[in-house]
């Protein structure tokens, strides 16, 4: 993970650095961005973020298939090593934009859940396949329906890897609020950050609260079953890792 701070602007970018495993998370990367989360916290010279991935294929593809979490015996004790990854999750309400250029999909989405709003440039695109590799789409899929209606949701959500959501399509539907020409996502969005930046941070930060509160009570309600929906509905970590080294290659963009 790397972070560059002018503070000139007061702008941050923090960009997810493996774009040989298409910028996907493990356990080192999700404690190095809940790190960088709560010290922007007190970092007065930060006043907004702008979070993306480093090269042309991902934004973020989700946990790291090679990462190993131990998980607890019992279905009422689960550990997400994704739960804490996002600004919201470490009590940050400074504004955070989200610049996604490739593909974004699986854990990318507890990112972009607790984003502001996404640019995107017109390579990406977004899906989530958990229920093709028998995993259920529960924390992803709570992100995702405070952004999107829920038809757009479910059908992400089901339609697991053989269908991806374009850029412009994700615009149409209300999870992308830009879409740039490739290459582009990441410059507009800290243009996007400087002119928040440059406001009273008193004002925009209580306006990132406001606006978090006006879903929080649904999306803190739906949180509460996922890790148990999780338990219940995922396959054996051995038939997941078969049914991912046998999945298929074909998928449709729409």
């Known amino acids: 993970m790397r972070t560059t701070v002018d503070k000139d602007t007061g702008v941050a970018v923090l960009t997810l650095d493996r774009p040989e495993r298409l910028n996907a998370i493990d356990l080192t990367t999700a404690n190095e961005l809940s790190a960088a989360w709560r010290e922007f916290r007190y970092d007065d010279t930060v006043r907004a973020v702008v979070v993306t991935g480093a090269g042309e294929r991902a934004f973020c593809t989700g946990l790291d298939r090679n ?5 607890p015996s019992s279905p009422y004790m689960v550990d997400d090593p994704l739960i804490a990854i996002g600004p919201k999750a470490n009590d940050l309400w400074k504004p955070v934009v989200a610049a996604v250029g490739g593909m974004a999909c699986g854990g990318a989405f507890y990112l972009i859940g607790e984003a502001e709003f996404v640019v995107a440039d017109e390579t990406a695109t977004f899906f989530d396949p958990h229920t093709t590799y028998g995993m259920v789409s529960a924390y992803e899929s709570i992100h995702l ?7 757009e949701v479910a059908r992400m959500a089901l339609m697991g890897t053989a269908e991806r959501m374009s850029a412009r399509r994700a615009y149409e539907v209300g999870l992308v609020s830009e879409v740039t020409p490739p290459g582009e996502a990441l410059a507009a969005a800290v243009r996007c950050a400087r002119v928040i930046a440059s406001y009273p941070p008193e004002a925009v930060q209580g306006t990132v609260r406001a606006c978090w509160a006006a879903q929080e009570a649904t999306r803190t309600q739906a949180l509460a079953h996922a890790a148990h929906l999780v338990t219940l509905g995922n396959l054996p970590t051995e038939r997941q890792a078969e049914l991912f080294s046998t999945r298929r290659t074909e998928f449709r963009t729409r």
Request: glycine share 8%.
């Open 67 to 71: 990462a190993e979490v131990p998980q």
């Open 145 to 151: 329906a405070q952004r999107m209606p829920y038809g």
